[in-house]
Nanobody
Framework: QVQLVESGGGLVQPGGSLRLSCATS????????MSWHRQAPGKERELVAA????????NYADSVKGRFTISRDNAENTVFLQMNSLKPEDTAVYYC?????????WGQGTQVTVSS
């Protein structure tokens, strides 16, 4: 069955860095665009970053441009999100997603908390 498992979340001070990973199985990873989304308490889930199946093109929310980098390793069926210069407003549960907006393939999420 399809599995997406996020890891790498945690508590970090403002200005710090974290690297999220999403290990996948059960589908043809190299054929799927991948994305990271986040949901803060009381807010709707929002797109953070996306990457095409080959990794050629990426897209970022304005709020994270220049600070976050999405990448993927098609040999390892894994997508990453490098997060630098973290801010308290980046606090949220981060989810990885496979495919188009209609795809049901979501991970369970990993908590990122930015606080001093």
């Amino acid at each position: 069955q399809v599995q997406l498992v996020e890891s790498g979340g945690g508590l970090v001070q403002p200005g710090g860095s974290l690297r999220l990973s999403c290990a996948t199985s059960g589908f043809s990873f190299s054929n799927y665009a991948m994305s990271w989304h986040r949901q803060a308490p009381g807010k709707e889930r929002e797109l953070v970053a996306a990457i095409t199946s080959t990794g050629t093109y990426t897209n970022y929310a304005d709020s994270v441009k220049g600070r976050f980098t999405i990448s993927r390793d098609n040999a390892e069926n894994t997508v990453f999100l490098q997060m630098n210069s973290l801010k308290p407003e980046d606090t949220a549960v981060y989810y990885c997603h496979a495919g188009s907006s209609q795809s049901p393939y979501w991970g369970q999420g990993t908590q990122v908390t930015v606080s001093s």
